[in-house]
């Protein structure tokens, strides 16, 4: 079993639509949540970053983590074609003293908005 | 600012070369870490190099290897390649340091082990 799952998509919506795209973890030493977003041809960007539980918003973007269920999720308001992408959640555990250098991938959602 | 840069961006090898990619990390970083990715296994760590020395290292065959220079500038080399190499290869950059720091990835090296 991975370490973090992702729902593998792929996803379809209309433009204006709110997506949710989620990740589990196994692995309760993970401490740092992040987004990032990846377009064809290109390496991934950081979108969102969080360390407690609960929710963050940037924008038209909002993290959400629970630590408890070993769940989080990312949501996207008011989507647009832009937003096509391959999404990824990641995760850094500092178990063992282990530095931040070290980003577990979940399998990435690859999204589609049309106009 | 300039990005994090890779070469080559594409690479061709035939079963059983080696091949070396190359990593420029974003000036003033001195933490980079690579990465495979495949359309099966996604992203996976391969290994981190801060200040010339392997910080962490993933579950890869010792084919696998890495260096770090001095001015942080990172290679990895790849050896007797096997069909199942084929990936695009990611390195990342990051200030480092006692606290999360983000990581900035570079485009990318495509390789194709034919």
């Known amino acids: 079993q991975k370490e973090v799952e992702q729902d593998p998509g792929p996803l379809s919506v209309p433009e204006g639509a709110i997506v949710s795209l989620n990740c589990t973890y196994s692995?309760?030493?993970?401490?740092?949540f992040m987004w990032y977003r990846q377009y064809s041809r290109k390496g991934p960007e950081l979108l969102m970053y969080t360390y407690s539980s609960g929710n963050k918003e940037d924008g038209r973007f909002t993290a959400q983590v629970d630590k408890s269920s070993k769940y989080i999720s990312l949501f996207i308001r008011d989507s647009q074609p832009s937003d096509s992408a391959t999404y990824l959640c990641a995760m850094i555990s500092r178990a063992g003293g282990t530095s931040y250098g070290k980003l577990t991938f979940g399998q990435g959602t690859i999204l589609t908005v049309h106009p | 600012k300039a990005g994090v840069t890779q070469t080559p961006r594409y690479l061709i090898k035939t079963r059983g070369q080696q091949v070396t990619l190359s990593c420029s990390p974003i000036?003033?970083?001195?933490?980079v870490s690579w990465y495979q990715q495949t359309p099966g296994q996604g992203l996976q760590f391969l290994f981190e190099?801060?200040?010339?020395?392997?910080?962490n290292k993933g579950n890869f065959p010792g084919r696998f290897s890495g260096r770090q220079f001095s001015n942080s500038r990172s290679e990895m080399n790849v050896s007797t390649l096997e069909l199942g190499d084929s990936a695009l290869y990611l390195c990342a950059s990051s200030q480092a340091g006692g606290s999360y720091n983000e990581q900035f990835f570079g485009p990318g090296t495509r390789l194709t082990v034919l």
């Open positions: 190099y801060f200040s010339e020395t392997q910080r």
């Open positions: 692995n309760s030493a993970f401490q740092y």
């Open positions: 000036s003033g970083h001195r933490s």
